[in-house]
C-alpha cells in the first residue's frame, strides 16, 4: 500500500480583505461588514519513492493570486433566489426586498455562489485550486481541503476526494 501525506499551506500572506453581507431569506440579511479572511488548504497526497509527494511550492504562489483577485472588494452572489443585481456602466445595485443598495462596479466582485458564506466562499475557492493544479498534481492527491477563515477560530471547509466529479 502507498504512503501518504498530507500537506497543509496556511501561509500568512493567504489572505484577503473584502466586505459583504449574509442573506438570511427573502427579508432579512446582515449589514454590510467586512472581514480579513485567511485561507489554508491541505493536499492528501502519495508519497513517491524519492520521499516526494509533488512540488507543492508551486501551488504557495498560486493560491496568494487567488486570494489577491478576492482582495478589497465588495463580494456579492450572483446566484440567491433572495437577490437582484442590476449594472450600468459605473454602478453595480444589488436589489433585496425593498432595499436598492449601490455600489460603484469598480469595487464589486460578482461571485457565482447563492450567499457570501464561509460555507459557499471555501466551497469556491476549492473550484479555484482544483482549476490550477497540474493533472500529473491531481494524479498523487487523493484529497484537497479549503479553509476559509472569517477570524481566529472560525471557518468552514470543503472538500474534494479522488474519483469525485466535481468539488
Not at 127 to 142: F, H, T, W, Y
Amino acid at each position: 500500500m502507498p504512503r501518504e501525506t498530507t500537506i497543509e499551506l496556511c501561509k500568512e500572506d493567504m489572505k484577503f480583505s473584502a466586505g459583504h453581507f449574509t442573506i438570511y431569506d427573502a427579508s432579512h440579511r446582515e449589514r454590510l461588514h467586512g472581514h480579513n479572511f485567511r485561507v489554508s488548504v491541505a493536499f492528501t497526497s502519495v508519497v513517491a519513492e524519492d520521499g516526494l509527494a509533488f512540488d507543492y511550492g508551486v501551488y504557495k504562489s498560486k493560491i496568494r493570486e487567488l486570494c489577491q483577485a478576492w482582495n478589497e472588494y465588495m463580494l456579492i452572489p450572483t446566484q440567491s433566489p433572495h437577490l437582484r443585481i442590476e449594472s450600468d456602466e459605473r454602478h453595480v445595485f444589488c436589489l433585496f426586498a425593498d432595499e436598492r443598495i449601490p455600489f460603484l462596479a469598480k469595487d464589486v466582485l460578482l461571485l457565482p455562489v447563492s450567499n457570501v458564506t464561509l460555507e459557499e466562499l471555501s466551497r469556491l475557492m476549492l473550484e479555484r485550486v482544483k482549476g490550477i493544479m497540474a493533472p500529473s498534481d491531481l494524479a498523487q492527491v487523493r484529497q484537497v481541503v479549503v479553509k476559509v477563515f472569517s477570524g481566529p477560530g472560525q471557518s468552514a471547509s470543503a472538500t474534494w476526494r479522488e474519483g469525485q466529479v466535481q468539488a
